[in-house]
């Protein structure tokens, strides 16, 4: 927050005037009557005259603090308020009037501006405090792979999940993921080949659809396309489901027997390099 906006929203934690007691009155009696000296008002208001402006303020300007009054006077006079502060020797109610009011709707901007960081702060808090830890995190990535199998094991689907690549290295840490050279090959072009198929009936636009087909073709390691490593992820968990099923497998057993015997992954999680990457 700026300097200003710190001052302004500091200035309304202060005593309301609706809650001062005669002491309190005395003292926004005085801050006017300095600030009458200081802006050169050759004759200032009589006390009956000033009572009234207090009983002004009161009335309309019960939420202000003695804080925020002063800071409307010390704006005004700066200029940053949208009012002429020149007083032309009359101090009266109109003219307090006019200050704290245009007071008041230069304080609204800075207030919204002072909520919205502290709702910023307690945002990012609250996300902190409710971010799960990387084994909690880990935790959740084997459950959701779980999940994807437990669906294709039930026959609920014929295919697995598009969002089972996302879980892919899970499988590849865990072993049960080792292609030899020949099968990248040809997981490769399968999937090069169903790409393209793909772009051609589900692109419209032709030069949309050329472009993606090119960069399907030049795929390589140099110049990897998403579109293909995703595809030929999707093919090796296919079959390693299949391959599960066939045998009489639960992927959630086989996890579970590995997770002791395998050793601690060094790399940070999302930048493995599978099987499939190498393609």
């Not at 934690?13 to 200081?38: A, H, M, N, P, T």
């Not at 027997?257 to 999302?270: N, S, Y």
């Amino acid at each position: 927050m700026t300097k200003e906006t710190k001052t302004i929203v500091k200035a309304t934690f202060s005593d309301k005037i609706r809650d001062l007691g005669e002491e309190g009155w005395q003292s926004v009696y005085v801050v006017l009557l300095k600030w009458c000296k200081f802006l050169g008002i050759k004759e200032a208001p009589d006390k009956e005259e000033m009572k009234l402006i207090l009983f002004f303020i009161k009335q309309h300007f019960a939420e202000f603090t003695l804080d925020e009054i002063v800071n409307a006077f010390n704006l005004a006079v700066a200029r940053k308020l949208d009012i002429d502060p020149n007083h032309y020797q009359n101090f009266s109610s109109l003219y307090v009037g006019g200050i704290l009011n245009a007071y008041k709707e230069h304080r609204g901007k800075h207030i919204v501006s002072y909520r919205q960081e502290v709702e910023k702060i307690e945002r990012e808090a609250q996300e902190k405090a409710n971010k799960p830890s990387a084994q909690e995190l880990q935790e959740m990535r084997v459950n959701s792979l779980l999940t994807i199998w437990e669906t294709f094991r039930d026959g609920d689907e014929e295919e697995v999940e598009w969002q089972v690549h996302v879980y892919y290295d899970i499988l590849v840490d865990a072993g049960l993921i080792n292609l030899t050279k020949e099968q990248k090959a040809d997981i490769l072009q399968r999937a090069k080949s169903i790409c393209k198929q793909e772009a051609l009936t589900q692109v419209k636009n032709e030069f949309t659809r050329k472009r993606i087909i090119k960069a399907i073709t030049e795929h390589s390691s140099k110049t990897p396309e998403e579109r293909v490593l995703t595809k030929c992820k999707l093919l090796v968990v296919q079959e390693l489901f299949e391959k599960l099923v066939r045998d009489g497998l639960d992927l959630g057993e086989l996890l579970n027997q590995m997770e002791d015997d395998r050793p601690e992954a060094t790399r940070e999680r999302g930048q493995e390099v599978g099987s499939v990457d190498q393609v």
